[in-house]
């Protein structure tokens, strides 16, 4: 390794020697043990000019192995960590400009700095000097580890050497905790912005991690000076203070004391720029220790924009209202909103938070969802023009508004999350106008479609649950209408991601609404059925998969529903599982095939494939159809319909599925397994499982030998299993036992016996009874566990990856080869 | 600098610019909405139109039942439809030196003003515009004149009868000045008077002015024109279009620089994007047809039918429309689908290149060798053995009151399986659909306008930024149904200038140099004389000879010989006598060392005052007064001549002569 000065040489792998070869012993002994060590570092030290990722790697390893006292010792009198971490070392050589070995620098402080003799080698070195400085690094990651070095020996500092506990009176802290105290209040006093800020930064993130009470002694200290920072504006650290206060609110130090802490927090929402403020008055709504005045005047923050977008829109009478108008002083939020460049990214930052609190299920606020549904439908009024502003700030506002792409998907996104909230069913009519104009429009963009797609399906699931308590059915009918008269336009769509997004709709729609009368009703008296249906042969791979799900979907009300209605259509129940399985083997891309055989996973687990004969020979199709697919996805989906096959099959014929229970009688039992058995074997269902296990995509070989061991339970109570060795005589013991070496040399797919021979008849029973019983699955599921990715990154997968990629072009071929 | 606007209407524009001693007509543009109050012309005898009841006036009179018909409580002229012509009152048209064409629509008037105002020039547009303009005259005529009708109304316009009349008609505007369409023979007469020009070609206009057009983007060979002199530069921007479609890209950096911008034909419909436009309108011809219906285009035989066709090759297949026939009817339907593939050097680059492959620029040609599209020049003839439902059918007029689209409304207009589609945004569907009611047949409105939309203006003017911007004044105000989208109006600084029908704009630009050439052997014999680092004068005594708009100074005549014989002396009345020169002064004088000077010379009470303007110097005993400001210095002594002299003298001392 010293030796090796080539400019590519891999630190991966010294990484690799610093990260597996370790167990770390506390003792002096490995060190004693291994002179190499120390020769080692010592020779680094010797050279003139060594490579830095050589030096940087030398300081990580002396880091690690000065972390235990004995060993820091040992080190520190052959004077390795002086001439290595102290002045003359490569802090001062040329070397230092490399970031690598600043990096490794500060991890191998990092990494020694478990007991008091480091603490104070680095003190007394000048070492802290060193590492605030590196908090300005140019790289960032050093930046970082120095930020998260400081943090770590200030918390080791106070307490391995603190002797009696702090109080705010008597701060008498020891030595190395004084010296980087000292430094953060310097830097917090000074008027270099960039120095408050990392001082902040390390606060936050000393905050963050340690919780220990001597913490409020620091921050004593120093609040007043932060204090300032909030009316201060010569300073720039406004931006920096939302963490800190954030990491301070979730520590039980500061959100259990009364008063001073919680005040500051308050004059931070008062002082900050709503975008400043936005995220910790997010913050602090997650918070459920919050007093509840601060929740109110977070909420506030939050809600200002809205509020403000509501009263532009509307006359001052008919202002219903978001916002105590006396806890709130909108000039700020005004004067940001009529400004082009802040009201598109305020109004998108306030919506994001309101996104990310509505999604939360626990809310310790109840926030105004009448009021705040009403302002949204203004904003996207106003983003597609369709309102007229009553006073000077709604034209300003609608102007800047107007045809803008991110206000409008943030504003559907949290019109989406808001559908799941009670108290908005008054506004219900004018809201579909609202998103019924926008699925209408021409104009909107396919992004925001698709975004007006999944809030309307929502809401439609709202309006259906509600119009059941209600019945108001007739509105419910109407609306429904007119969004199939959409759907049914946005179908033909030139664009393919709409039609996409129109598809995946229809998806949602049925998933959720399937069983509602009214929405059957509709959809079957519009065009939409034909429509999806045609779109199983669109030109789009995307499209083309996505109407493979809503046809499949579809089915459960057309076909396979209890009183399935007679539809006029060119495909009937034979005719589209005919058109998926022809999707499902000719189909040139992966998307439209692994749609087709999760649809039919779906059908058979939800019991829509008829009989079990009928299930049989649709599943020996399937497999037929999936086993040699290129895709591994569609293999793995291929796999999950046979597991689901497997256990329902057995359901079905009367066995226990769980294999402790009582079997009632053995005759019976066995009569049932046979038939089962038979079953598979006709199905094929063998064929593919053991073909899978040496699937070259790992995946598919764990999730066969999961199924396989899931059917051997069922076959062989865990007493039974058979000893492999005795049965080699009979013709099926040979074959499973080839089959046993086969699949150990994990060559099935190579060798698979197309026919008798050594081979395997997958379809015999017998065999497979026997294969089940003696082949070690518990082994073969071991060995696909345990190899990480041998399987994967193995050079035959690899190459089977690329052919398929790239098609099978001759020219392409060569390549590869 | 003037503007006399002569079209009210912004998108078809007709101005006449006064720039220096010429007179421009910019576009000719003509109004075809007045043929929405006229019946439709229909192909085949329509037994619903000719069996519409007259109409009744309140007081139960009926002598307009003749000319006026009632359908679905709409009043309708039954005669030859008439076009609003621009404005002919306001200046003299053949007093027009040329006429320059933006696009192909706008020079639908051409005819009206070449042939019938006595004009003389010369009319300016590049070689597309005037094909394709002269294939929509060409199918205009051809409608109207194909279907002759017998009577034509003119009692209504009466004023005093009009007054009577319900609206649209009550309210209809300059009825006496709509005219019936021009024939073949006034089409040929009017095409003759172009001239064609290329992108960027300079042409100078009786070397006053020189114009030059630039391509706009919006249509085959559609230009922007500069219009300038050496010092004064108007741009005229007619229908652009920033969008990626079949034209040569728009030239923006050449309109830099203008002093006025003149700013028209931007898109009718702001708050359409056309993109979206076009997938409604791929949307619902699809969803028509899969349900068995038939969907009819009302379009011009050129233009956005292209790019329409295009859109339709890449979606028919993934759409199944495969073997459903697209039929384009058009008198001119085939020469504008092979005019398209010819212009290769107007196309935008993606369709250039395709040239050299070589391939047709246009996907059309491949839809007709398919068979997916044909053409035919009417209903009559091949189209009726080959017509088959469902189908599309792209055809004109997109008023519908004339031209084989009138066929169409009245066969298909009873089934609401059909659909007609407009994509033409010229003409509001409510309107033009009004003599058709009721009517079962679906409506879709998918108005397809390319031009420049007001945040592209609005981004156009921050680029070029024109001293002045002029436009119609429909443009500087929010659309009247959208009172509250001020997004939808040019916004610039300073405001921009508008104009209405009739009006005459004086531009706010003083024109206030004009260049004049100094001849080689003039400019030989000055002596020019530095009086700043790196400014020199020098006086020019010469003959200033102006022709042609141009002005050139040459170098005066020799003084007359002294007489060496005793000849008669010739009298020349055509040169001017030249006079000597008396010196030119420059410089200034420093009043100390003036002061000096005088004291030197012998004054001894000199007194200095300081002035508002600059110094007075007082010589009491002489009672002299030497006044010296920045521009002048007066010496002001009594009678004294020989003290003036020599103060002259000193005071000359300290300028520079030439």
Sequence with gaps: MREDRSPGSDSLFYGLFLGNTWSLDPTAKLVQDNPCLTEFITSVLALPEPSPSILSFTLRLAGILAASENRFQLLQQEKLLVRLFGRDGPLNSALWEDASVRSGWVEGVHSMMHHQPALRFLCDGGGIDVIFTLQGDPSLFVASAAGQLLVHMLTLSVESEMTKPLSTKDCDWPACAQMIIKRIEDSLQSSSSSHIEQSLKLLTSLFGSCRATWTEVLWLGIAKQIESFLTEETVQAQHMLANLLLSMAWSPVFCDTEGGFWALVTSALEHLTPVQAGPLAVGLLRLYKCPQDVRIQALTVLLQPMDCILRAASQPLEYAGLLDESVSDPATVESLLSSKSSCVSLLCQTLAHLEELLSLIHLPVDLPYTSLLHSLMTILQFCNGFLSPASPLGSTISRILINSFRVQRSALDVLAALSERKGCDTLLGSLFDVLLAYLESPNTSPTVLKKTFQATSKWLVRLQELSCSNSQWQQTEKILEDVFLVLQKRLCSPCWEVRDSSLEFLTALIKCLRDQDEFRQSLLSSEVLKLTENLLEDPESYVRASAVTAVGHLAFITYFAPESPAIGNQYNKENTVAKLQEILSTDPEGFPRRAVISIFTKWLRQGCTGQLEDTERFVSRVIQTVEHDLDWEVRLGGLELVEVFCSQTICQLGLPKCPYAPVSSAVTSSIHQNESLHIFCRAKVFNFLFQSLCDCDKPVGQRACDILLGLRCNFYPVSTLKDSQGAEDSRAGRSVAWLQRTLRQGSLAQSFPTDGGNGVDFQDPESMLLALGTIDLEELHDELNKSSDHVEKSPQSLLQDILATVGTIEENEADCY | ?658
């Design chain 2, 1 to 658: 600098l003037k503007l006399y606007c002569l079209s009210g209407h912004p998108t078809l524009p007709c101005n006449v610019l006064k720039f220096k001693s010429t007179t421009i007509m910019l576009d000719c543009g003509l109004d075809m909405t007045s043929t929405l109050n006229f019946l439709p012309l229909p192909l085949v005898q329509s037994p619903r139109l000719s069996k519409l009841p007259g109409w009744v006036l309140k007081d139960g009179s009926t002598f307009l039942d003749k000319e006026l018909k009632e359908c679905s409580g709409h009043v309708f002229v039954d005669s030859v439809p008439e076009f609003c012509l621009p404005e002919t009152e306001l200046l003299d048209l053949s007093t027009v030196d040329v006429i320059l064409i933006s696009n192909y629509h706008c020079m639908m008037a051409l005819p009206y003003i070449t042939e019938y105002t006595g004009f003389t020039g010369t009319v300016y547009a590049t070689e597309p515009t005037v094909q394709i303009g002269r294939l929509l005259m060409e199918e205009l005529v051809n409608s109207i004149e194909r279907v002759p009708k017998a009577q034509s109304a003119s009692m209504w316009k009466n004023k005093e009868v009009q007054r009577l009349l319900p609206t649209p008609l009550k309210d209809a505007v300059e009825v006496s000045m709509w005219r019936k369409c021009y024939t073949m023979p006034e089409v040929n007469a009017a095409l003759s008077k172009i001239q064609l020009v290329g992108y960027s070609q300079k042409i100078e206009l009786f070397g006053a002015v020189q114009v030059t057009p630039l391509s706009s983007g919006y249509a085959l060979g559609s230009s922007n024109w500069i219009i300038q002199s050496h010092y004064e530069k108007v741009s005229y921007v007619s229908g652009s279009s920033l969008l990626t479609t079949h034209p040569q890209p728009m030239d923006q950096a050449s309109l830099k620089n203008s002093d006025v911008l003149i700013l028209t034909g931007l898109t009718q419909i702001p708050t359409a994007n056309p993109d979206g436009m076009v997938g409604e309108f791929c949307s619902n011809l699809a969803m028509t047809v899969r349900n068995g219906g038939n969907v009819l285009v009302p379009c011009y035989p050129s233009g956005v039918i292209y790019d329409l066709l295009e859109c339709l090759y890449q979606y028919i297949d993934s759409a199944g429309l495969s073997n459903v026939p697209f039929y384009f009817i058009s008198p001119v339907a085939n020469s504008s689908l092979e005019f398209s593939q010819i212009f290769a050097e107007w196309l935008c680059h993606n369709k250039q290149t395709k040239v050299y492959l070589p391939e047709p620029p246009f996907p059309h040609a491949e839809l007709i060798q398919t068979n997916k599209l044909k053409h035919y020049p009417s209903i009559h003839g091949d189209f009726s053995n080959d017509f088959k439902q469902p189908c599309v059918v792209f055809t004109g007029h997109p008023s519908l009151r004339f031209g084989d689209v009138v066929h169409f409304m009245e066969l298909w207009g009873k089934s609401s399986l059909n659909t007609v589609i407009f994509t033409e945004p010229d003409f509001s569907y409510l309107d033009a659909l009004a003599p058709y009611q009721p009517l079962a047949m679906k409506c879709v409105y998918c108005p397809i306008d390319t031009r420049l939309n007001f945040i592209q203006v609005s981004k156009l003017l921050k680029e070029v930024q024109p001293l002045h911007v002029v436009c119609p004044e429909q443009y500087t105000q929010p659309p009247p149904t959208q009172s509250h989208r001020t997004d939808l109006m040019v916004d610039c600084q300073p405001p921009p200038m508008s104009y209405r029908r009739a009006e005459v704009l004086t531009l706010p630009y003083k024109r206030r140099y004009e260049k004049i050439e100094i001849m080689p052997e003039l400019a030989d014999s000055l002596v020019p004389l530095e009086i700043k680092p790196g400014i020199s004068l020098a006086t020019v005594s010469a003959v200033l000879h102006t022709k042609d708009n141009k002005h050139v100074l040459q170098l005066p005549p020799k003084p007359p010989q002294p007489p060496a014989s005793k000849k008669r002396k010739r009298v020349s009345d055509d040169v001017p006598e030249c006079k000597p020169l008396k010196p030119l002064l420059s410089g200034s004088i420093p009043v100390d060392q003036f002061v000096q000077t005088l004291e030197k010379h012998g004054f001894s009470d000199v007194k200095v005052e300081d002035t508002a303007k600059g110094h007075i110097v007082l010589l009491q005993e002489a009672e002299t007064l030497i006044q010296i400001e920045e521009d002048s210095t007066h010496i002001i002594c009594d009678n004294d001549e020989p003290l003036r002299v020599k103060l002259r003298d000193l005071v000359l001392k300290f300028l520079q002569k030439f």
